[in-house]
């Protein structure tokens, strides 16, 4: 992208901002059509700048999954141990009420087709970076040692994917995050 026009440059932004509301509001499958309309440009256009849909879907996770990948660094040397964790899967839950593709892309980890590097790729992020969290809590006693990263974030995609139709998508989410962190790592 540095090497293209400053024209080119706010096409792909304002395609990539677009993606993110629509893949927010209808998932995965939003229209690829809609985007470019919206966006205020052709579908040639779109497709030029993210030839897939797969493509599109990576570019508007990516953001997001290296800022929670950064919040986890962050957290890690944090404070108590199980705050960090919990604020850190607070923070995944979020996001994944609020872009229902993303939760359904974590659900299909080791799935096979097109869209599984992608996929995988996502979960790979997030289970590297949750992992010094979940580390250091389960040394510090506040998770129990057989718990992993890929649990919480299945659980977090289920949760997601449960509250998706609910009228706050988010706050409920947020009610069954508090529910699930109480049973794998009750308070002290």
Known sequence: MPGQRADARRNYARILDV????????GAEASLEQIART???????VR???PSRRALLEAVFRERIETL?????ELAGTGDPRTALVDWLGAVTEYAASARGLATALT????????AAHVQACSAKLTDAGGPLLRRAARDGAV???????????LIAGIALATEHH???????DRLLGLTVAGVSPQR
């Open 19 to 26: 993606a993110e509301a629509e893949v927010a509001a209808h």
């Open 69 to 73: 990948c950064a919040l986890a660094a």
């Open 39 to 45: 966006a205020g440009v052709g579908s040639a256009t």
């Open 144 to 154: 129990t040692p057989d718990v992993t990263v890929a649990d919480l974030l299945t």
């Open 48 to 50: 030029r700048h993210f």
């Open 108 to 115: 299909l980890d080791g799935a096979a087709g097109p869209d």
């Open 167 to 173: 009228a706050d998508p988010a706050a409920e989410a």
